[in-house]
Antibody, heavy 119, light 110 residues
Framework: QITLKESGPTLVKPTQTLTLTCTFS??????????VGWIRQPPGKALEWLAV???????RYSPFLKSRLTITKDTSNNRVVLTLTNMDPVDTATYYC???????????WGQGTMVTVSS | QSVLTQPASASGTPGQRVTMSCSGS????????VYWYQQFPGTAPTLLIY???QRPSGVPDRFSGSKSGTSASLAISGLQSEDEADYYC???????????FGGGTKLTVL
């Protein structure tokens, strides 16, 4: 059974860097064709894809946020980390990590973690 | 401003069949699979349809998906009150080099 869980701060100040960790089980990021991505959803708004990393360490980023995003994987500990620099109140959202196949959307999602940006 | 276009709302009465659309372009729906998600308030999205028309195990066969060219549809037959939720379409986008989502359709069961 595949599960994913996000962890990180619930409150960050403007200009700070957000670091979120996705801890997963039931699969390995060493397996061909497997990826883990991040998606966010501001309150009352639509889903927005942020980044994805694949078993080859291939990384793709939303072009709208590429300069602020970094995604990395720790295969040994079944974790994927996302950093988003220079946080702004508009970045307030629920952040989800999810499992997905190569070049496709995601199939299994974590429960999400709400991050508020406020001074 | 979402890459894929969905109507903001849809509605139907119990037992009815409802459909909702998802419109894209050659770089996403025109060349890649469409996925559909169901999301209840305060919860994570769950996969309803993958690879255009495939249902994960546990998803009732009342839910069906189709795709033609750069458009896709989700149909729900025998509408039930518990189907009231937000529905999102998604697809890989070759120009974005990532996953494109629709803006979501809020389904109301009258």
């Amino acid at each position: 059974q595949i599960t994913l869980k996000e962890s990180g701060p619930t409150l960050v100040k403007p200009t700070q860097t957000l670091t979120l960790t996705c801890t997963f089980s039931g699969f390995s990021l060493n397996t061909r064709g497997v990826g883990v991505g991040w998606i966010r959803q501001p309150p009352g708004k639509a889903l927005e894809w942020l980044a994805v990393i694949y078993w080859t360490d291939d990384k793709r980023y939303s072009p709208f946020l590429k300069s602020r995003l970094t995604i990395t994987k720790d295969t040994s500990n079944n974790r994927v980390v996302l950093t988003l620099t220079n946080m702004d109140p508009v970045d307030t959202a629920t952040y989800y990590c999810a499992h997905g196949p190569l070049w496709d959307p995601f199939d299994i999602w974590g429960q999400g973690t709400m991050v508020t940006v406020s001074s | 401003q979402s890459v894929l276009t969905q109507p903001a709302s849809a509605s139907g009465t119990p037992g009815q069949r409802v459909t909702m659309s998802c419109s894209g372009s050659t770089s996403n729906l025109g060349s890649n699979y469409v996925y559909w998600y169901q999301q209840f308030p305060g919860t994570a999205p769950t996969l309803l349809i993958y690879s255009n028309n495939q249902r994960p195990s546990g998803v009732p066969d009342r839910f069906s998906g189709s795709k033609s060219g750069t458009s896709a549809s989700l149909a729900i037959s025998g509408l039930q009150s518990e189907d009231e939720a937000d529905y999102y379409c998604a697809a890989w986008d070759d120009s974005l080099n990532g996953v494109a989502f629709g803006g979501g359709t809020k389904l109301t069961v009258l």
